[in-house]
């Protein structure tokens, strides 16, 4: 391996793919020659965590850069505990692949100089993308990429003067940065172009209930609406859309990430039109002496859904490639199998969390699927158990799982992994719907809410369910004027909380059978519950009396994405 | 499907695999004619919650009979809300198989009646073991298994003279009674025969932690003594073992239970010789028209892993058991895959977990397995991380991975599940290596623990990795008086906590590489760290230079189950 001497590796970017790769490295081949350049100040740093730097969960910014018992991963670090050479203000702007160098410009003295390798490794990352609007480099516009980034944040948003918050943009960082600046004090505005917050991560049903309880944590969502201009002389002072212009004495614009591919490119190494170093399974770009690992790199598919090109940057992933790109330097191959879209987010008291494809991804891509919305708690009533709304998708011909998405304040994670492991396994929805999974009443209720979602799937997918999903509800309530709302539940739920509409009929589920000649055999009846778990039950007895024209809505109360009434 | 008139389907026990089949079957079925007989009062209860209702978290014990929205689950509501007829108080005492009767008993009344069946489902459940020591039948001498059992046992242990508590069996019921009685301020002394506490659930150093754990909240742990009689007059007044007698105000006997199969072996169905009426997949017993799920039936085998029946009674497999049988008898066969040996445990502030084979296990079965311990936070350091510590387990030749244990205050429940769903499926150690689990600040590093501990036992099974169990280490330290213990955190952490042993060298990671000419080539090194990824480095580290004797001991100080000293 190599030529004369030892092997010499040269890694682009010291934030997570490229430590990675290094440290990993170091411990594989003890004489490799490995050296890390990185254009910026801070090596080896948790960018995912500068939201919970800005609203204050720990002190110092710089704790993103510490190992687990509080050491600073400094350059002085990676050279003593690790063995790895880290250069930082060190910008490499040419590859000549030719004779195997790369040209590199110390950022501080601007002198320029030459280093060889033997591989390279590609580890840039991504950046921000910055909307081409004016005002958009105005005082107070923030991007969220680096611990500058967040202290600057946190600092603005402490100012005293400070008010008002404007965040562009309602993807993850988007709405983590929201809860921040919520938390801290501020009044906050969320701008999104899309007519729905988290769009490339939820369906609309789910991100409308996770749009709820933002709001009910006095952040305001504008969504359908783009950002025009951003007002103000020196300081931002508004944001400006179609429909209005928000106050604002600081925005942050989260409005996605591009991959730093131009490095790459400037090497004739393969690209993807949209952005990303395409790469082999082994991190590998056409180059073979040249890897690229991490947020710059495009080899994710979703396997075993889809072979196609997904973007989705994330620090796992890049932690992955790292160990897949150290592996095959050293001669341990070992593929990568792809990413299986999984995400999660906290909002607030609630997470969200996806694996696979949503529904519209799915049906976007010609797949025959059916879905399903679960509610109900994650564990037994009586250890205090927190609420999830559950939408579980499924292939209808060969009832392989294809994705989940779970929403609410119970153990989101919990359930978001068991698919993706199931998913990435290829797994049917019967395997799923049978798994032994850790039951206690601390931790689940005997049958888990994932499990349960299954068995209501595949009660939908063998024609005993027949449920409706709410967004199929809604729509059927507004064009169909004769049809029955069933409110199933007891007199005390019902007197709670309901859903505000003249033709909601209220017999409990246990009335059910002895008053069900009050119901009409000529229109649709919609049963429902707390959770639609009675909705069902519900369905089945009308079913059995001889009505045909019955559904429940999936998910009942608690999934419910439009206003309900309360008293 | 039946004779004439509709199905009669009768189902005996009414606690959770019964009432689950009735539920179904009637969703399934709505003509089927289903009785079901329970000889207890209550229907439908969560036996597993009764610890928690002893330590007072809910107020109520006939909350363990209720709907998640309150609803109390009696015969009339069987009856009205489920269309389902339950009948409690009535006992079954004999199958006659030729006739297709059951013979039931009022326990009111002592009448005798015979009720007809198409299809008959045993959902007996199990009762606890009685040891057959003198003293079992005194006052305040307990079993765990009905909510009578619960009120009574928390009134007991409420009374004012109630003050030393004594729990025989160390198993997840045991330990979580022990819990309970401590936290409503008993003197709790467990008593366990096997040298070790959950001795049918963890390997012995992962139980050592836990127990460890349990007596820092003072409650006395006593394993490999076998209690030889329980004292007293009238009421019970002490324990006695070979070792010692434990004075007791009152004594929790969680020995284990047995299956209820009486009424299955009298009429003459297969049942296993050690207990347990045995069921295909289908959980039909060898005769086609009787069913048996639950804690009474025996199908349990781990798949992939084993074709060996495992009793393993749980909430969870009799839920699914009934969903199996109304399945089966509704004309909609579904194979019951079998159960992965999961389960979990809440111990005071930690979680055990299982799930799979543990080494034990493995190696009694011949399995040729490596095994690694891997301790590590549960999320990122600055989001407030618990510790975990993971034992996985894989099989040498195939890289299948055999089972894992976890045991520590971080989050056990969502990795045990991920690993049950892997070895369901039948996954190498190199998918669930690079599975794409979810990844956000608030809930984990970027490299899940599982993730990481799978790359570490891969580490091990490629040989870069040299590894010792904290036993093996212990053994080491015992047998060879000329090796040499290299602790490598730094002298911060040093200060605070050390393994108690003159052999001990201490050089922080940072100054290994300087100061490696101290260390002797001639003996053994066995290296560590808080957690052993530095311990690891120091392996690599050394071996680069040339050592060839060193190891380091799995999991560090977070994992080592014997005495530290503390400053």
């Known amino acids: 391996m190599g030529g004369n ?31 890390v350049l990185e254009r910026g100040d801070h090596i080896s740093y948790g960018a995912c965590g500068i939201p919970y730097y800005v609203e204050g969960l720990f ?34 702007f040419s590859i000549d692949r030719e004779r195997k160098v790369v040209r590199v410009r110390d950022l501080n003295d601007g002198k320029e100089d030459e280093i060889p390798y033997d591989r390279l490794v590609l580890a840039t990352g991504a950046s921000p993308i910055k909307p081409p609007v004016k005002g958009i480099d105005l005082k107070n516009v923030f991007f969220v990429r680096t611990p500058e980034d967040a202290r600057k944040i946190r600092d603005a948003a402490l100012n005293s003067s400070s008010k008002k918050a404007v965040v562009v943009g309602a993807g993850y960082i988007g709405i ?25 991560f939820l369906d609309l049903e789910l991100a409308l209930l996770v749009e709820k309880h933002v709001r009910s944590k006095g952040v305001r969502v504008y969504t359908g609406e783009k950002v025009l201009e951003i007002g103000g002389k020196d ?20 409005t ?18 949209r952005g990303g170093i395409l790469v082999n399974a082994y991190c590998q770009t056409n180059d073979p002496d040249i890897y690229a690992g991490g947020d710059c790199a495009l080899n994710q598919y979703v396997s075993p859904i889809t072979g196609e090109y997904l973007y989705i940057p994330l620090g796992s992933t890049a932690n992955k490639h790292g160990r897949i790109i150290a592996n095959h330097i050293a001669g341990l191959p070992t593929p990568f199998p792809g990413v299986a879209c999984t995400s999660i987010c906290k909002v607030f008291d609630y997470t969200a969390g996806r694996t696979g494809l949503t529904e519209k991804n799915a049906t976007d891509m010609n797949y025959d699927v059916e879905s399903v919305i679960w509610a109900g708690p994650d564990k037994p009533h009586y250890m205090g158990a927190k609420p999830l709304v559950i939408k579980l998708t499924a292939s209808k011909r060969y009832r392989k799982i294809v994705g989940v998405q779970i929403v609410g304040p119970g153990d989101v994670a919990r359930r978001i992994d068991v698919v993706a492991t199931a998913l990435s396994l290829d797994a049917t929805l019967d395997k799923l719907a049978y798994l032994d999974l850790a ?38 309530m507004d064009e169909k004027k004769d049809l029955l709302l069933l409110d199933v539940r007891t007199p005390q739920e019902f007197s709670e909380v309901r859903i505000p509409d003249d033709r909601v009929v209220h017999i409990p589920l246990g009335a059910l059978r002895e008053r069900i000649s009050e119901l009409p ?16 039950e519900a369905q089945r007895i009308l079913n059995a009396a001889g009505f045909e024209r019955v559904w429940f809505i999936e998910g009942g109360i608690v999934a419910w994405p439009f206003d309900l009434e309360t008293s």
């Open 439 to 476: 039951y206690a009443p601390p931790y689940s209720p005997p049958l888990d809410p994932i499990i349960t979602a299954a068995h209501v799937l595949l009660n939908k997918l063998n024609g005993f369910a027949k449920g409706l999903n709410p967004l199929e509800a809604k729509r059927w």
């Open 176 to 200: 983590e940065m929201a809860e921040a600046l919520a938390s801290i004090g501020l009044e906050v505005s969320v701008v999104e172009m899309f007519d729905q917050i988290f769009p490339q």
């Open 235 to 254: 300081s931002v002072e508004s944001v400006k859309t179609e429909k209005r212009e928000i106050p604002a004495d600081l925005v942050v614009v989260a």
């Open 59 to 92: 002190p110092e910014v710089e704790m993103l850069t510490e190992t687990p018992v509080g050491v600073r991963r400094t350059a002085a670090f990676f050279e003593k505990a690790k063995g790895v050479r880290v250069l930082t203000r060190k910008e490499v």
């Open 5 to 35: 001497g030892p092997l010499k590796v040269v890694i682009v970017g010291a934030v997570a793919c490229g430590p990675k790769v290094a440290c990993r490295l170091r411990r594989l081949l003890p004489d490799a020659e490995i050296t």
């Open 521 to 536: 055999r000529d229109r649709d009846i919609l049963a429902f519950c707390k959770v639609s778990m009675r909705g069902y």
């Open 256 to 273: 996605g990430v591009r991959p730093n591919d131009e490095l790459a490119r400037a090497a004739n190494l393969a690209c993807h039109p």
